[in-house]
Structures are given as C-alpha cells and as structure tokens.
C-alpha cells in the first residue's frame, strides 16, 4: 500500500511564501512523476506544477516564476515552495505521483489535500 501525505498549507498574506511537502510511503520500487494539483471552490482540479524523475520541472502559467517545484528522492518526498502569493492562489492543494510498487505495479496516487488560503 503506498500512501502521499501533504504537510504545509495554512493562512499567509497576499505577497506572502508557504511551503508545501508530500512525503511517500510503502513498498515502493520506484517514483516517476510527481506532481501538485489545486482545486478552488466551485472549480475543477488543475495542474501546478509537475516534475519527472529526472528532466526538468512544468509549471502552469498562472504559478510560473512565483512556484518552485522539487523533490528529494532519498527522502521519496516532493515540495512546492510557494512565494509572492496571491488570494487567487487559495485552493486545497493535492500531492499526485505516478508510482510503482508491490502488489499493484504501477499506478497513480493521490495524497488527501492541504488547504492553503490567501487573505489579509
């Protein structure tokens, strides 16, 4: 069983920075991609910001130049740090990764959201 558990959401001011972590765990032979998605209210889930096991990091344009995606593959934990915020940033944030393990081989994961909310 593998398991993505998020850690770092909260309130910040506008202009603001958080960083957000999605440590992996389990019978785990490899991480592939890894990725941050957000859903606002009202809105349907999109892609932050994507990086492969090796290559270089994807961002969507509204978070580019503001977040950085990257990952410590000993540690099998992905972050998002997250500066100049902005309240069109609020949105629970899900940690994605494209995993193999046992016994299911592989498949993708979601971790169970962290709320980030951006507001004076």
């Known amino acids: 069983q593998v398991e993505l558990v998020e850690s770092g959401g909260g309130l910040v001011q506008p202009g603001g920075s958080l960083k957000l972590s999605c440590a992996a765990s389990g019978s785990i032979f490899k991480i592939n991609e890894m990725n941050w998605y957000r859903q606002a209210p009202g809105k349907q889930r999109e892609l932050v910001a994507s990086?492969?096991?090796?290559?270089?990091?994807n961002y969507a344009d509204s978070v580019q130049g503001r977040f950085t995606i990257y990952r410590d593959n000993d540690k099998r934990t992905v972050y998002l740090q997250m500066n100049s915020l902005k309240s069109e940033d609020t949105a629970v944030y899900y940690c994605?990764?494209?995993?193999?393990?046992?016994?299911?081989?592989?498949?993708?994961?979601w971790g169970q959201g962290t709320q980030v909310t951006v507001s004076s």
């Open positions: 994605n990764a494209d995993v193999t393990a046992f016994p299911r081989g592989r498949r993708g994961y």
């Open positions: 990086i492969p096991d090796t290559g270089s990091p």
